[in-house]
């Protein structure tokens, strides 16, 4: 018997889902996070699938993990002491980065304090120009004065962004080499290594991220290894990526800013699994935990690819999966400005204290309180009984601000939970601007603990038609790990015209590129299946900022006929912006190699469709819509595929509680799904 097993940390819940070979069912289990000690849940819930599923470790055959312990460190500035030597008379490019504003419309807006203060950055002398060729040798001497100086203010380690490294990065390799002959204890991070890119700015600020978390992230891998072997697991552990693959955890020890977002892109790949699986063409994925909610749109079955995220208060360029995070999770906390406002989050109160209706002392109003004290959620134990609710705690969290209001305990908290949705629906609206898709084309597909709960609400707010609740939506983002492959991306600047003569330049990068994904899959994965090659440009118009990313015809660049891949680039120029110049000069700016080897992936189990109405086995009275009204209760158990059910009610699971308003009908599909169709289907307000 040998089980695939997958787990996500969030910041209530670590999810466990585990995926038989033999028989394809799929069992899951869930376990409260240990922020103070991470790992610690890794290993309880291990712990917690022996003795209520009875998997134990060595029937483990392979075991992904997705954490957040490098994105919650980046958060809580918690990473190591840091220098930056960068080429002499530059020391400012942390600084002034793009002299952009986060928010300009807030007139208290300002930037984030670099995570390398300005006292530790140094400059060294050596110049590499555009072209790569070299200006000004580096300078030993100049080298050995900037580690003196960073030691002496107490750095661990040193992040070497030169001029132009992109192109030429000989001396940051010969720095780094220096570094290590002169003091071999300390850390050393070359920014062509981790990112080569040709923005000075983006490449800095992305090896800055990675050298300030790579030996916290490494610490935590080596931990758990040793952990899982302990307890008997014997694969390698693998750890999910922000492209949406996985890497084996050795790997991830000194490339952890290419899984810094592996939680949320685990999440949007078992949404994109579970919509392929269903026939799903257009999808809004929706994922909510306790302290964030973040949405990605998937077209086919497969979500957007993208290489410039921003996380927390730092932008990041590394490939990752599309992820907007837009609002806030069940555990944001709810309190009154100085304006006499309600407002809610961006606080959460997380798994340590939780919310006041969980009893583990928190005392502060959540959005899972005012649901609580809305009686839509204190009808079972969550996350498989391992958090009783206590409505009584919950009213008495929100009762101070419904005083302050004038306002019922009831309505406050429908204001809360109003705000809330409210907040998800700008940044949806915006982010559907942005791509240029109106939102009421798409189906909204609902995940995470607090996901459920929310679905409804917003989709009404946005004029979606329909909501899809997976079978086990709590956990989707740990089977996520289990759908997705390895993959791993490999990019080199090219900076050239696209011309026919410049096609042979531009081939033999690609099969460069292609060398090197090939080793990585074959010798540092052992990876023993097929896989895919996928080449990508950066390109734009001569004269533009920025690229957009198209997709290279490798066989005729062969043949020296780039006539297909600049029509590719004008139709996607016209795609994205409305128009395209066929006479405009073409530049490609970087390339990319895209190696993928193909994981087995579970086989979503059928139902036999039996068409039927489902009474609902209880009926409560809750707050809803502004007064108090009937509300039908349902086991999922109970709604097998073909069953139809009426709202407003309220579906209840051991990983998640799906709240339905009125104006809504249900059924469920042969996968299990409960597809959640509005009555009626106004445009967005």
Known sequence: MSYRVGVDIGGTFADFCAFDEASGAIRTVKVLTTPDRPGQEVID???????????????????????????????????????????????????????????????????????????????????????????????????????????????????????????????????????????????????????????????????????????????????LQEALRGIGVEPEPMVTKSNGGVMSAELGKTACVEMLLSGTAAGVMGAAYVAREAGMERVLSLDIGGTSADVAIIRGGVPGYGSAEVVGEFPIHVPSVSVTSIGEGGGSIARIDAAGMLRVGPDSAGSVPGPAAYCRGGTEPTITDAFVALGLLDLAALGYGMVAIDADKARAAIAPLAERLGRSVEETAEGIVGIAVSGMFREVSKLCSRRGVDVREFSLLAFGGGGPMMAALLARELGMAEVIVPPVPGVLSALGGLTADVRNDFTAVAYHELTSGMAPELHATVEVLTGRARRWITEEQRHAGEALYQAVAEMRYRGQSFEIDVALDIDALARGDVAPIAEAFHAEHRRLYGHADPHAPIQVIAISLIVTGHAPKPVL????????????????????????????????????????????????????TVIVPPGFSGRVDTHGNLILRREETPHAH
Do not use: W
């Open 45 to 223: 819930g291990l712990a917690a699938m022996e003795d209520r599923l009875g998997i134990a470790p060595a029937d483990i055959g392979y075991f992904t993990h997705g954490t957040t312990v490098g994105v919650n460190a980046l958060i809580m500035r918690r990473g190591i002491r840091l220098a930056l030597f960068t080429t002499e008379h530059f020391c400012d490019v942390l600084e002034l980065a793009r002299l952009k504003m986060p928010d300009p419309y807030d007139l208290l807006s300002a930037r984030p304090e670099p995570l390398v203060t300005r006292d530790l950055v140094f400059g060294v002398r050596e110049r590499i120009r555009a072209d790569g060729s070299v200006d000004t040798p580096l300078d030993r001497a100049s080298l050995e004065a900037a580690v003196a100086a960073a030691r002496a203010r107490g750095a661990e380690g040193v992040v070497l962004s030169f001029l132009h490294a992109y192109r030429n990065p000989a001396h940051e390799t010969e720095a780094a080499a220096i570094l290590a002959e002169i003091d071999p204890d300390l850390h050393v991070f070359c920014s062509h290594a981790v990112r080569p890119m040709i923005r000075e700015y983006e490449r800095t600020s992305t090896a800055v991220i990675h050298g300030y978390l790579q030996p916290r992230v490494a610490a935590y891998l080596g931990a």
């Open 605 to 656: 189990p059928r139902q036999a469709v039996e068409a039927r109405d489902v009474a609902p086995g209880r009926t409560i009275e809750a707050y809803v819509d502004g007064a108090r009204r009937p509300v039908g209760v349902f086991e999922r158990a109970a709604l097998t595929a073909g069953a139809r059910f009426a709202c407003p009610c309220v579906v209840t699971q051991d990983d998640t």
